[in-house]
């Protein structure tokens, strides 16, 4: 049910007489703003990503045109997104679209919006990857292939396998593939982790499910979908499974690259020792320097 809007939003597009005058944009923001104080962090970003995608405008015009005027259906269609934001929807799933890495992919409720922090996992993949003329790579658990698309991208020579359980997820991969152009060099696999991959390979990227369910929180459970966000009782079930599949997935200098949860890893480096006894294991911190990135290095 969407929770009720300040009594104060309606007059940001107010009436003379009997017909709608059109609202001064400036005002508008600015209940908007208010209005999403309760449910957002960033209220007024929110508020002028959703202004924009009603106006077709790029977000630098909406800043710049304070003083342009909304109608009536403008301010209408404004509102109800707003709505839709204040039941704590993602903004990516209201518009559609979520910038990673530079690119623009589409997503919806069948995909885990791309987090900002999963870029240094394509970060550090690049890294590892400049030591192959054409790797040959894996992204498990795909998603809305954000990470696979990217690393396409940006390695031109490299093949990457996109690997997913969800049909609904490879849907979504599906169609960032095609809207980036990068068909030939990224196949997409349904199956569950490193069953689907057709031979061992140079680099295995991941960032499987690592929350605890019983702690997240509701609004995301609500929203996005829970297999891509059930990482078990402890949160390292996928881990585990994962890793035990790795060696025979990997070439013998390949790498095996996953994010983690900031508090995993000891846990899970513990493990990757366990399964990896000769491999080098380095933990990668993010920009708040919380451990983000286990890395696998195989010595042949």
Same mark, same amino acid.
């Given at each position: ?17 009997? *017909?709608?005058? /059109? ?7 600015? =209940? ?7 449910? *957002? ?25 304070? !003083?342009?005027? @909304? ?5 209408? +269609?404004?509102?109800? @997104?707003?709505? &839709? ?22 997503? $919806? &409720? ?7 922090? #999963? ?5 550090? #993949?690049? %890294? ?5 003329? +054409?790797? &040959? ?28 359980? *969800? ?6 991969? +599906? ?13 997409? @696999? ?26 997240? $929180? ?6 996005? /979908?829970? @297999? ?5 009782? !402890? ?5 585990? &499974?994962?890793?035990? %599949? ?23 480096? *513990?493990?990757? =020792?366990?399964?990896?006894? %000769? +491999?080098?294991?380095?933990?990668? =911190?993010?920009?708040? $320097?919380? $451990? ?9």
């Amino acid at each position: 049910m969407l929770r009720p809007l300040p009594a104060a939003w309606p007059d940001a597009c107010y009436t003379v007489g009997m *017909s709608v005058a /059109p609202s001064p944009l400036a005002a508008a923001l600015l =209940r908007a703003t208010d209005a999403l104080r309760p449910y *957002s962090a960033t209220p007024r970003l929110d508020a002028e990503l959703l202004l924009a995608a009603v106006l077709h405008w790029p977000r630098t015009r909406v800043l710049a045109e304070r !003083d342009a005027l @909304l109608s009536p259906a403008q301010h209408a +269609a404004f509102q109800a @997104l707003i709505a &839709r934001r204040s039941t704590l929807e993602p903004v990516a799933y209201i518009l559609g679209h979520k910038a990673f890495y530079g690119y623009d992919f589409l997503v $919806d &409720r069948r995909v885990l919006v791309p987090r900002p922090e #999963t870029e240094l996992l394509v970060e550090q #993949t690049l %890294q590892i990857a400049a030591r192959f003329a +054409a790797p &040959r790579i894996a992204d498990i658990g795909t998603g809305s292939g954000a990470i696979a698309v990217t690393l396409a991208l940006e390695l031109p020579a490299a093949h990457v396998y996109a690997v997913d359980l *969800s049909h609904d997820a490879l849907a979504v991969a +599906a169609e960032n593939v095609v809207r980036h152009q990068v068909e030939a060099r990224v196949t997409l @696999l349904h199956g569950d982790l490193l069953t689907p991959l057709p031979a061992p390979l140079d680099i295995i990227v991941s960032n499987p499910p690592y929350t605890i369910l019983a702690e997240v $929180d509701t609004n995301v459970l609500a929203h996005e /979908p829970r @297999l891509a966000l059930d990482g078990g009782p !402890d949160g390292t079930m996928i881990y585990q &499974r994962l890793l035990a %599949q790795a060696p025979a997935a990997l070439t013998p200098d390949g790498a095996l690259l996953l994010e983690i949860g900031s508090w995993q890893a000891e846990t899970l480096t *513990s493990y990757a =020792r366990a399964v990896f006894p %000769q +491999a080098q294991l380095q933990i990668v =911190r993010d920009l708040a $320097d919380l $451990d983000r990135v286990l890395i696998v290095r195989q010595t042949p």
